[in-house]
C-alpha cells in the first residue's frame, strides 16, 4: 500500500479526527507507521489506553483490500490533502479533512463557490429567495455548495441544475448512505450532471448528530462565502455560519419578515455583523469573483435562454413593472424576477426602481 492509501485507512478511524490524526504523522514519521504502531508506543503519545484498545481492534477488524475494492467498484474517488487536486478553498484551513471522498467531479473551477444554506422547514419566501440566488449565480458560473438536506439546502442544488451550474452536495456519512433516502434521487442527478457528492466520511459510516458541526465546516470551507437564507434561532444553520466566519468566510443574510421563526437566523446574523444581501451583485462586488460574465461579455449581451428572449421582447418597447411582465409572459413571477436578476448583471436590462424594469 501507497502512503496516501495508508492515510485514507487511518483517517477511516473518526474518533482521531484531522488535528489529532496530524499529530500521529507528524510523532511517528507517516501515516504507515500510525497504522502499524504497537499499542504501547501509541500510549507513550498521550492518548487514553481505552483510545489505543479501541484504535488497534478497529484495525484488527478492518479489511484492507475489501474497502478500496469497494471504493473502485462503486466510483468513488479519495484526494489527500497532501494532493495536487485536493480542493483549494478547503485546504489552507487548520481543520482542513485530510481525506475527502468524492463521487462525481471536482473542478479548479470550483474555487468559484459560494453556500446557500438554510431552514429544512421552507417557507414560499424562502422558496423565491433560494430560486433567485441559486438561478442567478449558477447562470454566471459560481457553483453552489450545500448540504443535500430537505428545503433551502435541496431546493439550492435543484435551481442550480435546472439553470445548467455546477453544485456540489456535501454529506455527513460516507457517500455509500444518501440522507435524507428521499434526496438519492438529487445527488444522483448531481453527479449525471457534473458535479459531485463528498464526504470526509468513510463508506458505511452513519450520519450522526455529532456529524453534522463537522460537515457545516467542510460546507463553508468549500466556498468562498456562504448565504443564509431562512432558518430558527437555534439550528444547523447557524453552525454553518458560525464555521464560515471562523474560517474568515464572508457570511450573508438575506433580511426575513421581523414575525417569522425562520427570520431569526437571518436577521440575528444581520445584527452581529453579518453582510446583508438583497441580490446576487451584493455577493458578487464582495468577493470581486472573475467570473465568466467578465469572460464573455459580448456573448453575454446576447439571450442566451428562451425564456430572456421572450423578455426582451416584452421589453422592447417601454419600461414594465416585474408583475405585468410575469403576466405578459405567462411565467411565475419568481421565475421573471431571477431571470431580469441574471440579465441586468449581463447589462441587458436595468431595473429603475420600484420593481420596474427597462431594455438597454
Keep these: 500500500m501507497t502512503e496516501r492509501e495508508y492515510l485514507v485507512v487511518l483517517y477511516s478511524y473518526t474518533y482521531f479526527g484531522p488535528a489529532r490524526t496530524k499529530l500521529l504523522i507528524s510523532f511517528f514519521g507517516s501515516a504507515k507507521s500510525v497504522w502499524g504502531a504497537s499499542k504501547l508506543k501509541l500510549t507513550k503519545t498521550g492518548i487514553k489506553t481505552v483510545v489505543v484498545d479501541n484504535f488497534i481492534q478497529y484495525r484488527k477488524n478492518f479489511d484492507l483490500a475489501n474497502y478500496f475494492s469497494r471504493l473502485k467498484r462503486g466510483f468513488y474517488q479519495f484526494v489527500t490533502i497532501n494532493d495536487s487536486n485536493y480542493p483549494k478553498n478547503l485546504k489552507d484551513l487548520d481543520d482542513a479533512p485530510l481525506v475527502l471522498y468524492i463521487k462525481g467531479k471536482i473542478l479548479p473551477s470550483d474555487i468559484n463557490a459560494v453556500s446557500i444554506v438554510g431552514s429544512r422547514k421552507m417557507t414560499s419566501y424562502g422558496r423565491e429567495v433560494t430560486t433567485r440566488f441559486a438561478s442567478e449565480l449558477a447562470s454566471l458560473g459560481v457553483t453552489i455548495v450545500s448540504g443535500l438536506a430537505f428545503g433551502v439546502d435541496a431546493m439550492a442544488h435543484k435551481v442550480c441544475l435546472e439553470h445548467g451550474g455546477r453544485t456540489i452536495a456535501v454529506l455527513a456519512s460516507g457517500l455509500d448512505i444518501i440522507t435524507p433516502k428521499s434526496n ?29 458541526p463537522n460537515r457545516n465546516r467542510v460546507i463553508s470551507g468549500l466556498s468562498k462565502a456562504v448565504i443564509v437564507i431562512e432558518g430558527a434561532k437555534k439550528s444547523g444553520t447557524l453552525l454553518t455560519a458560525s464555521a464560515a466566519a471562523e474560517q474568515g468566510r464572508p457570511v450573508f443574510a438575506v433580511p426575513g419578515q421581523i414575525t417569522s421563526p425562520l ?4 436577521n440575528f446574523l444581520i445584527q452581529n455583523g453579518a453582510k446583508m444581501a438583497t441580490s446576487s451583485k451584493d455577493i458578487l462586488e464582495e468577493l470581486n469573483m472573475q467570473l465568466k460574465v467578465d469572460l464573455e461579455t459580448l456573448e453575454n449581451l446576447m439571450p442566451s435562454t428562451p425564456d430572456e428572449k421572450k423578455l426582451l421582447e416584452i421589453l422592447a418597447n417601454e419600461p414594465l413593472h416585474l408583475n405585468e411582465i410575469a403576466r405578459i409572459s405567462s411565467l411565475k413571477v419568481s421565475s421573471v424576477s431571477a431571470n431580469l436578476s441574471v440579465m441586468e448583471l449581463k447589462g441587458m436590462v436595468k431595473n429603475v426602481g420600484n420593481g420596474i424594469y427597462k431594455k438597454i
Excluded: D, M
Design 263 to 266: 427570520s431569526e437566523a437571518p
Design 184 to 212: 438519492f434521487f438529487l445527488a444522483r442527478e448531481i453527479i449525471r450532471r457534473g458535479g459531485a457528492i463528498v464526504s470526509e466520511y468513510p463508506l458505511g459510516y452513519p450520519p450522526l448528530r455529532t456529524n453534522f
